[in-house]
């Protein structure tokens, strides 16, 4: 199931610099897309959401963008701090289902 | 900050054996899920639970996967005779509406090791 993928498997900038993460779906009928992020031994923890209505949502440091004529969204994370170094999920769901399609993630290193 | 507990952190199991993972949704969430991580793999869907019934399952989700909200503030997977492929992160999730623009929240898994 290659629904929703995340082609960069690893992503490494420095600190201070802006972090791109990308996001590459299939199905048209995605309407509501999140980004998680993940620690070691922790669960997914919700970052940011946008839908498909929009094409940008900002939330302090993070921002979404939403392509959808591509299928394509981004995360951006503006300026980059150690302690964003994790494993980015993205993810989408389908109209009232509710079931979260997730892409493989992204793991990101911010160096000091 | 609300969240989603769920124990054990980490369940070890011979093959064959019943499982019990429990969940504590956030208190004011109407929708229940469960998801898991093989090692190295992607988070998948199994279940989504609502109003006290199944809303959707997957093809993972076989006769040997149940779920049951036994006391309106647990949440639990039971499989009933587990196998080796069973062993993975089960993740539970709860969310205060389905899709609609709100976010499912995750518990810190229970990793399960069938032996």
């Known amino acids: 199931d290659q629904q929703v993928k995340q082609n960069s498997p690893s992503l490494s900038v420095q600190e201070g610099r802006i972090s791109i993460l990308n996001c590459d779906y299939t199905?048209?009928?995605?309407?509501?897309f999140l980004w998680y992020k993940k620690y070691p031994a922790e669960g997914p923890t919700f970052l940011i959401s946008?839908?498909?209505?929009?094409d940008k949502n900002e939330d302090g440091r993070f921002t979404v963008f939403l392509n959808k004529s591509a299928k394509h969204l981004s995360l951006h994370i503006v300026p980059s701090q150690p302690g964003d170094s994790a494993v980015y999920f993205c993810?989408?769901?389908?109209?009232?289902?509710?079931?979260?399609?997730f892409g493989q993630g992204t793991t990101l290193q911010v160096k000091p | 900050e609300p969240e989603v507990t769920q124990t054990p952190s980490h369940q070890v199991t011979q093959m064959g054996q019943e499982v019990i993972l429990r969940c504590v949704p956030i208190?004011?969430?109407?929708?229940f899920y469960w998801y898991r991580q093989i090692l190295g793999q992607k988070v998948e869907f199994l279940v989504s639970?609502?109003?006290?019934?199944?809303?959707?399952k997957s093809e993972i989700f076989d006769d040997q996967f149940s779920v049951e909200r036994p006391d309106g503030s647990n949440f639990t997977l039971k499989i009933r005779s587990t196998k080796l492929e069973d062993s993975a992160m089960y993740f539970c999730?709860?969310?205060?509406?389905?899709?609609?623009?709100?976010?499912?929240?995750f518990g810190d898994g229970t990793r399960l090791s069938i032996l």
């Open positions: 208190s004011n969430h109407l929708y």
């Open positions: 993810a989408a769901s389908e109209g009232n289902t509710g079931k979260l399609i």
């Open positions: 946008i839908s498909s209505i929009k």
């Open positions: 999730a709860s969310g205060w509406d389905r899709g609609r623009n709100q976010p499912q929240h």
């Open positions: 199905n048209s009928m995605f309407d509501y």
């Open positions: 639970f609502y109003n006290n019934e199944i809303s959707e």
